[in-house]
Nanobody, 121 residues
Framework: QVQLVESGGGLVQAGGSLRLSCAAS????????MGWYRQAPGKQRELVAFISSGGSTNYVESVKGRFTISRDNAKNTVYLQMNSLIPEDTAVYYCNADIRVKFTRRPTNYWGQGTQVTVSS
């Protein structure tokens, strides 16, 4: 079974930085699109950043210029570098990926367990 394991969350002051990592493991054939979502208390989950298998990226407007998504295909890992953090960034961050499992043809969508990011003022 494919799993996504996240790390890198924590508590930082406004203006600080964090780097989130999400590593996929298991019976992986190939990984297509990957992304980071976040969900604040009482809010809907929103897409923060997206990266395609070819490296194209997209960001929600509120994080443009501050966050950078990247991937290391050799390590089956996606990263989210978060700079100039503000309290509004406080949320649980979830990794998401479309992965073609070995011996299958269609990709399957997977979610990480979530990692808490808290930004204090």
């Amino acid at each position: 079974q494919v799993q996504l394991v996240e790390s890198g969350g924590g508590l930082v002051q406004a203006g600080g930085s964090l780097r989130l990592s999400c590593a996929a493991s298991g019976s992986i054939g190939s990984i297509n699109d990957m992304g980071w979502y976040r969900q604040a208390p009482g809010k809907q989950r929103e897409l923060v950043a997206f990266i395609s298998s070819g490296g194209s990226t997209n960001y929600v407007e509120s994080v443009k210029g501050r966050f950078t998504i990247s991937r290391d295909n050799a390590k089956n890992t996606v990263y989210l570098q978060m700079n100039s953090l503000i309290p509004e960034d406080t949320a649980v961050y979830y990794c998401n990926a479309d992965i073609r499992v070995k011996f299958t043809r269609r990709p399957t969508n997977y979610w990480g367990q979530g990692t808490q990011v808290t930004v204090s003022s």
